[in-house]
Nanobody
Framework: VQLAESGGGLVQAGGSLRLSCEAS????????MGWYRQVPGKQRELVAS????????NYADPVKGRFTISRDNAKNTMYLQMNSLKPEDTAVYYC??????????????WGQGTQVTVSS
């Protein structure tokens, strides 16, 4: 599985951005996808996730009500609509695809990351 993110950039506080993550390769193996973010000196943290089967979504508390994760299975693409952006949302955002093998072993595939910078 290969992942390619796009859509990052510089935006003022209160603005919006939409990130995209296109998957290629053995996409039929993907069980769930998610967006993570990381700032220098801190651990990568989950922002939002979505299952590929039922489309169940999950959000980190800091982004609830502002971010929306979605997917287009026909295009093998996942999106993150980010509204009401805050300076603390500044980070490198990574796309993640989860493949569970044999119902037991989790394998994560990562994109290269895209920078989101929110100015105050």
């Amino acid at each position: 599985v290969q992942l390619a993110e796009s859509g990052g950039g510089l935006v003022q506080a209160g603005g919006s951005l939409r990130l995209s993550c296109e998957a290629s390769g053995r996409t039929y193996r993907i069980n769930a996808m998610g967006w993570y973010r990381q700032v220098p000196g801190k651990q990568r943290e989950l922002v939002a996730s979505i299952t590929t089967g039922g489309g169940t979504t999950n959000y980190a508390d800091p982004v609830k009500g502002r971010f929306t994760i979605s997917r287009d299975n026909a295009k093998n693409t996942m999106y993150l609509q980010m509204n009401s952006l805050k300076p603390e949302d500044t980070a490198v955002y990574y796309c993640d695809a989860v493949v569970v093998v044999g119902g037991l072993v989790r394998n994560d595939y990562w994109g290269q990351g895209t920078q989101v910078t929110v100015s105050s």
